[in-house]
């Protein structure tokens, strides 16, 4: 009986949590987006010239 009923319990209890951890990452990434775009293209040229060596 616990095999079946723990797998369910776990996804019930996760599901919700990774469901918000998504929304908040998607929030901090657009209002960073937003404050600061310049960091972000530095940091992406860096990886470009990681990539390219």
């Known amino acids: ?3 079946k009923v723990a797998p369910m ?3 019930k209890r996760t599901t919700p949590l990774l469901l ?3 929304l908040v990452n998607i929030l901090v990434a657009f209002y960073l987006a ?3 775009p310049l960091p ?3 940091n ?3 990886i470009e ?3 390219q060596k």
């Open 20 to 22: 918000i951890a998504m």
């Open 9 to 11: 319990d776990i996804i």
């Open 40 to 42: 972000k293209e530095q």
């Open 1 to 3: 009986g616990f095999a």
């Open 49 to 51: 010239l990681k990539i």
């Open 34 to 36: 937003q404050t600061n």
């Open 44 to 46: 992406t040229t860096k």
